[in-house]
């Protein structure tokens, strides 16, 4: 992927997270390196206690390391104070939870503009935004519909829309399909690959389902504190 691509959308560099366990420490990562280019669709598979939340949680921002490097596009985010990090998640990242994490008082679309007007764009410009990738997902007329009045699966692609809303550079996604039956996993995860292949965004989605991970670009893993490349 990395061919043509001037430089990775998220780049971990020898990256360490360790945390106090006992009279020492607990490592999780011993190292870690991993490389995301724009429009890359890399799945994480690892088993629970491997470090696959700290991963997620270095990589977006939510977890300064130990050692090493954290890249967003160019900038180095590791010496970045709270005031910096937070406007990279904001400006830069997208997250999904396997949770919608949606605000029940407020429509579909109105979750969807909230994050664009925190982040300071006209309400006018925030609500066609909205409209427009609310449709694109196939929501189109679900528009002024609360979270409680929608199923499991257009409440996560709500959240898929308000995740890309701010036309991040990487969305980060936590097992975004691990609450939903079978058939609507299948048709959720459709509108993520679709979304992100439109937006040209690099994506990182740490799922336990082996077949769609297996319809990703690249599967990737945690050994030993480090990440590695799956076949």
Request: proline share 6%; glycine share 10%.
């Amino acid at each position: 992927m990395s061919s043509g691509q001037s430089q990775p959308a998220l780049f971990l560099s020898k990256v360490e997270r360790r945390y106090p366990q006992g009279e020492g420490f607990l490592e999780v990562l011993r190292g870690a390196d991993l490389a995301i280019w724009p429009g890359e669709i890399v799945a994480l598979i690892a088993p629970s206690g491997t470090g696959k939340s700290t991963l997620l949680h270095v990589a977006g921002l939510l977890e300064k390391p130990d050692g090493g490097e954290v890249y967003v596009g160019a900038q180095p985010t590791a010496g970045m104070n709270d005031h910096e990090r937070t406007r990279i998640r904001r400006e830069e990242l997208g997250f999904v939870y396997q949770f919608h994490h949606l605000l029940p008082e407020f429509s579909a679309l109105e979750n969807v503009v909230i994050p664009q007007l925190i982040r300071g764009l006209p309400k006018a410009e925030a609500r066609e935004r909205g409209e427009q990738i609310l449709t694109f997902l196939g929501l189109g007329k679900r528009l002024e519909n609360r979270p409680g009045e929608l199923s499991g699966g257009e409440q996560q692609r709500v959240a898929i829309a308000r995740a890309v809303a701010n036309a991040p550079r990487l969305l980060l996604a936590d097992e975004p399909t691990g609450n939903l039956d079978p058939n609507t996993a299948d048709r959720v995860f459709q509108t993520l690959v679709s979304i992100v292949r439109a937006s040209k965004l690099a994506a990182l989605i740490a799922t336990h389902n082996l077949d769609l991970a297996a319809r990703m670009d690249r599967r990737v893993t945690i050994r030993d504190g480090l990440i590695v490349q799956l076949r």
